[in-house]
């Protein structure tokens, strides 16, 4: 299966259908099953203590797997998540981006499964790995 979208169309597509968050995020790269997505961090997204909010972790591994799905299957914007599990494993670098490594599992009809590993720019050990399911509407 080869992609259904651009690094760039996946860009256009988050700010004509999500304009409140398209800013927050920067698609890095994108192949099949794949894509590299960062969050550019601000104060907005920090917790006590310095550190990037558990939310906002969810939030890049939900955007990275959604548009790692669109990028194979073309733009439906209702596809949607219906299952969620983060482990979060260290501290994120204080000030520092957030990477997420995407990786399809399963890309079928009506489900898939994404996986991802969070990164805290410039360190080599994740910082959280997200497992996700989306719900395919139909074509």
Do not use: W
């Amino acid at each position: 299966m080869s992609l259904k979208m651009t690094q760039d169309q996946l860009a256009e597509f988050l700010v004509a259908e999500f304009p409140q968050v398209a800013g927050d995020f920067a698609i890095e790269d994108v192949g099949e099953n794949r894509i590299r997505v960062r969050l550019v961090t601000e104060e907005r997204h920090l917790r006590p203590g310095g550190t990037v909010s558990g939310p906002t972790m969810f939030a890049l591994a939900d955007v990275s797997v959604y548009l790692a799905i669109l990028a194979m299957i073309g733009p439906r914007a209702l596809a949607v998540t219906t299952n969620c599990s983060i482990d979060f494993m260290r501290k994120p670098a204080a000030g520092a981006d957030l990477i997420a490594e995407c990786r399809l599992l399963k890309l079928g009809r009506v489900l898939a499964v994404g996986e991802v590993l969070l990164f805290s720019q410039g360190v080599e050990a994740p910082v959280a790995r997200a497992s996700l399911t989306y719900s395919i509407p139909p074509g």
